[in-house]
């Protein structure tokens, strides 16, 4: 059996070499994975352990592998796996196999491509390195083109920024983030240390994302070499709401809650939970609350809804000298700190600024934020402020002013910017 070939060749005596355990966790899409192993059975590196995961495939890909491929090791688990599962399946038994300090594991997906030399410049990069070591990831049809060759969390926006270009002479980029789980070298003595996969809490997206984190909490280097590549079948990825600029109520549901969505709101949430800085838990969870609304309220037939709601609830006021002398405020002493700021109408005045540490510092500018926060006075408020602005456009004109319409009129130019502004305000 293979295992008997990796214990034989796996023992601790000086001089072993490091056996790479690869795993690929599989569902399905059997020429896609006859592909993967054919790049790994050519690798020139050696000894390679190859593990498939299947996660519950229905197409005969169990079948198949044992007919063609005896020397692959099949794990199956008792339920359907997704990629976390079968990961962690699949690592727990290159735990349990490996009798080397120095052996390795190689995450692997099947709708990957590998050059013969890949696992062996990873090896080494690696041990140069002392570092969990990923290739760059090129798009299959397209290799020029690079789509991760190192990520970053900015955890002060929640973003993920990641780096597409390379620069002439640029080998090694240490220092990432977080690592793919496509093609990334990990040493089992890290794994020994920081843990699993968490399959549990991330049964599939975020999951490997988490993984690495992890390791870098634990104080392990994270790096990608720019000697070796991965071919990725971009197309095959899973849901992501980004792909469309509108969606139907059902399309936006599966974005937010489907297991195979990028966009999971749960995989999100747990993942600040357990890898964002404490401090900045409670401002990044509702930041995705305010995220996932805005994607459904904005991306769906809601946005009829969701817009004018948005903008009755939120953004901007009008401010008036009466609401100033109402409040106890003075409003040419607030103008004079930057918290007002003139309008066109004498009297009338707009918030300069957001709402900052300037509400709280006084019980009166409260009340005057609340005053003018009432959704009940907003409407009248605009359609005044309509109104005069299109009174003021036609005096500039010097044109005879007939009757106001109502507020179905095309507005101002003026009122168009103030609009998108107060847009943009209520934007995530």
Not at 33 to 40: D, G, M, W
Not at 185 to 202: E, H, K, T, Y
Not at 229 to 249: D, Q, W
């Amino acid at each position: 059996m293979l295992s008997d070939y990796v214990n034989r060749n796996s023992s601790s005596m000086p001089g072993t070499p490091t056996t790479v355990f690869t795993v690929i966790p599989v569902f399905n899409r059997i020429a896609f994975t006859k592909e993967c192993l054919n790049c790994l059975r050519s690798q020139t590196y050696s000894p390679l352990c190859l593990i498939v995961v299947d996660g519950g495939s229905t197409d005969g890909t169990r079948e198949y592998l044992q007919q063609h491929y005896p020397d692959v090791v099949i794990l199956q688990g008792k339920e359907e796996l997704w990629w976390g599962g079968a990961m962690q399946l699949g690592i727990e038994y290159c735990l349990r196999q490996s009798c080397n300090e120095n052996d390795m594991l190689l995450m692997m997906n099947n709708d990957t491509l590998i050059e013969e030399n890949y696992v062996e410049t990873l090896v080494r990069v690696s041990q140069k390195q002392n570092a969990a070591v990923g290739g760059v990831i090129v798009d299959s049809r397209d290799p020029s083109r690079i789509l991760d060759a190192g990520e970053f969390v900015d955890w002060k926006t929640y973003s993920f920024p990641v780096k597409t270009a390379i620069e002439p002479g640029e080998t090694f980029l240490e220092g990432v983030d977080l690592l793919s789980g496509r093609g990334t070298l990990v040493p089992l003595s890290m794994i020994r240390q920081a843990g699993n996969v968490n399959a549990d809490r991330f049964p599939h997206y975020i999951s490997d994302c988490e993984f690495f984190a992890r390791l870098k909490r634990y104080g392990f280097h994270l790096g990608v070499t720019y000697e070796a590549t991965v071919r990725s079948y971009v197309e095959e990825t899973g849901l992501f709401a980004g792909e469309a600029s509108k969606l139907t109520l059902r399309q936006a549901w599966k974005a937010l809650f489907s297991i195979r969505s990028m966009d999971n709101m749960r995989n999100h949430w747990r993942f600040i939970e357990d890898c964002a800085p404490a401090s900045l838990r409670g401002t990044l969870k509702r930041l995705l609350v305010r995220r996932s609304a805005y994607l459904v309220m904005s991306r769906t037939k809601l946005r009829h809804v969701g817009f004018p709601l948005a903008w009755f609830i939120g953004g901007s006021y009008y401010v008036t000298k009466t609401d100033c002398v109402a409040c106890q405020c003075n409003a040419d002493e607030l103008v004079a700190a930057g918290i007002l700021k003139p309008w066109n109408r004498a009297d009338w005045y707009i918030f300069a600024t957001e709402r900052q540490d300037w509400v709280s510092e006084r019980r009166e500018l409260r009340w005057l934020y609340r005053r003018a926060w009432n959704p009940c006075t907003k409407v009248t408020r605009w359609i005044k402020a309509k109104v005069y602005s299109e009174n003021s456009s036609y005096r500039e004109q010097g044109a005879i002013l007939p009757a106001p319409q109502g507020v179905g009129n095309v507005p101002s130019n003026r009122e168009s910017v103030n609009t998108a502004q107060r847009t943009q305000n209520i934007l995530p």
